[in-house]
């Protein structure tokens, strides 16, 4: 399974953009999609995530009421809507698929990542 993410950029604080992941192939319908992010010198932290099997959202704390997770299992994309954006929401933003398959081995996989960076 090979993600990829799309829509990063550079934009000013109070902006939005919207970031989208798809993959060439299906991941499994029982996945978790997220949404993570990192900056140098830091650990990547997991900022949202939603199940395919449901409608259940995580949010980072920093993020919630600014971030949306969304799917669209038709068309085999994930998004994360970003509004209000502030520097501190500057880093690379990676999409992850993560399941247990039939034999309960854990898949997990990500896209090469997207920059996003808020600056005035």
């Known amino acids: 399974v090979q993600l990829v993410e799309s829509g990063g950029g550079r934009v000013q604080p109070g902006d939005s953009l919207r970031l989208s992941c798809t993959s060439a192939?299906?991941?499994?319908?029982?996945?978790?999609m997220s949404w993570y992010r990192q900056v140098p010198g830091k650990e990547r932290e997991l900022i949202a995530s939603?199940?395919?099997?449901?409608?259940?959202?995580y949010y980072l704390d920093s993020v919630k009421g600014r971030f949306t997770i969304s799917k669209d299992y038709a068309r085999n994309m994930i998004y994360l809507q970003m509004n209000n954006l502030k520097p501190e929401d500057t880093a690379i933003y990676y999409c992850?698929?993560?399941?247990?398959?039939?034999?309960?081995?854990?898949?997990?996989?990500w896209g090469p990542g997207t920059q996003v960076t808020v600056s005035a």
């Open positions: 192939e299906r991941t499994s319908s029982s996945a978790d």
């Open positions: 992850n698929a993560n399941w247990e398959d039939a034999w309960e081995i854990e898949q997990d996989y």
């Open positions: 939603i199940a395919w099997g449901g409608n259940a959202r």
